[in-house]
């Protein structure tokens, strides 16, 4: 396809389980960015790639989120010790490297913590 | 602390009528504000986007009016439709590629 694509697109797990969640972004895009959208809420930015490297990742709310994007494409958002709290909406969107602002961003990982 | 301020919460409007949502911000390095479209079920879409160069950018039914001493945006949508409805997104960057900071939303209804 040629959006960014996000899986699982709905994830339901227990409180305390390990979480990943999956970017796929627009091809040829080096940027990546992850934000969180809670009900009613607008985006939260987590943390933003530029290649292979987190170039900011001050708004990761703590120790137990990480991203990775090993190669420059697909990244890796993950939760450990997941809370009740950490229900949301998981966006990640790209841009490319014209520099316009444009972000694309994909329909989002839904994620319950029961 | 809130770096953009957005009203109303929710707005309903008659077909045919002008929407109009309002920003503030504080930052000052802000130099790009741009409108994000969400449909339930689906991420965020530019809508319209403007820098402060410029006091007004209009792209069809969507204008965005800029007071840059006044560190205020707003979107205006001229003749709203029921397919207009949705949640609406004001955001600000200090430049392109930094990670965009949203407001909290307002949710258009437009109805017939």
């Known amino acids: 396809g040629a959006g960014v694509s996000q899986t699982p697109s709905n994830k339901v797990t227990e409180k305390g389980k390990y979480v990943e969640l999956r970017c796929d972004p627009i091809s040829g895009h080096t940027a990546l960015y992850w934000y969180r959208q809670s009900l009613g809420q607008g985006p939260e930015f987590l943390i933003y790639?530029?290649?292979?490297?987190?170039?900011?990742d001050s708004g990761l709310p703590n120790d137990r989120f990480f991203a990775v994007r090993p190669e420059g494409s697909v990244s890796t958002l993950k939760i450990q010790r997941t809370e009740r709290g950490d229900s949301a909406v998981y966006l990640c969107a790209s841009s490319s490297q014209s520099n316009t602002g444009e972000l694309f961003f994909g329909e989002g990982s839904r994620l319950t913590v029961l | 602390q809130q770096q953009v301020k957005q009203s109303p919460q929710s707005l309903i409007v008659q077909k045919g009528g002008i929407s109009i949502i309002n920003c503030a911000y504080e930052?000052?390095?802000?130099?790009?504000f741009p409108w994000y479209q969400q449909f339930p079920g689906k991420g965020p879409a530019l809508l319209i986007a403007?820098?402060?160069?410029?006091s007004e950018k209009k792209e069809g039914r969507f204008t965005i009016s800029f007071n840059k001493s006044a560190k205020q945006f707003s979107l205006h949508i001229m003749d709203s439709q029921p397919g207009d409805s949705a949640t609406y997104f004001c955001?600000?960057?200090?430049?392109?590629?930094?990670?965009?900071?949203f407001g909290k939303g307002t949710r258009l209804s437009v109805i017939a």
């Open positions: 790639f530029q290649g292979t490297g987190a170039a900011d």
């Open positions: 930052n000052t390095a802000f130099d790009y």
């Open positions: 403007i820098r402060p160069d410029v």
């Open positions: 955001a600000a960057s200090p430049s392109g590629n930094t990670p965009l900071v």
